[in-house]
């Protein structure tokens, strides 16, 4: 079971949640880049690249017997801020298309390079899957 937190008095936040509560086996998933399940990168695009990241976030929360809504938090790293700032249209339907209407507490975060030279973007996730799952 998972909890949106939302202080009293707080503006609602557009795609993400300030705090989420949730009991149950932690999954902790590791930073995803935009790459296949074979290392390799199909694009260069920005949300391209996104769009395979949350896939492979997710991948691994199935792994372990959970589903995206399980995910409570994701931390984003990007090397190009205007760039995310300039795709957050199109980064909407990927997102959902992906983790559905589940926003959990997020942190998005600009970095100078990731580690994987094609790599636009990494992000890593914490799931709580409920226990008895």
């Known amino acids: ?18 705090g989420m509560e949730a009991r149950g086996r932690q999954v902790y998933v590791g930073g995803q880049v935009g790459w296949n399940a074979n290392c390799q990168f199909e694009t260069d695009d920005f949300v391209g690249q996104v769009h395979q990241t949350l896939k492979n976030v997710v991948a691994i929360v199935r792994a372990a017997g959970g589903e995206p809504h399980h995910i409570t938090t ?11 700032l300039a795709s957050l249209k ?19 975060v600009q970095v100078v390079a990731l580690v994987e030279e094609r790599a636009k973007v990494e992000i890593q996730a914490i799931a709580v899957i409920p226990d008895g799952t």
Do not use: C
């Open 1 to 18: 079971m998972h909890k949106i937190l939302q202080p009293e008095g707080w503006a609602k936040p557009v795609g993400y949640s300030n």
């Open 74 to 84: 994701l931390t984003w790293y990007f090397t190009d801020r205007d760039e995310y």
């Open 90 to 108: 199109q980064l909407g339907p990927a997102y959902r298309e992906v983790m559905g209407r589940h926003f959990p507490a997020m942190a998005a």
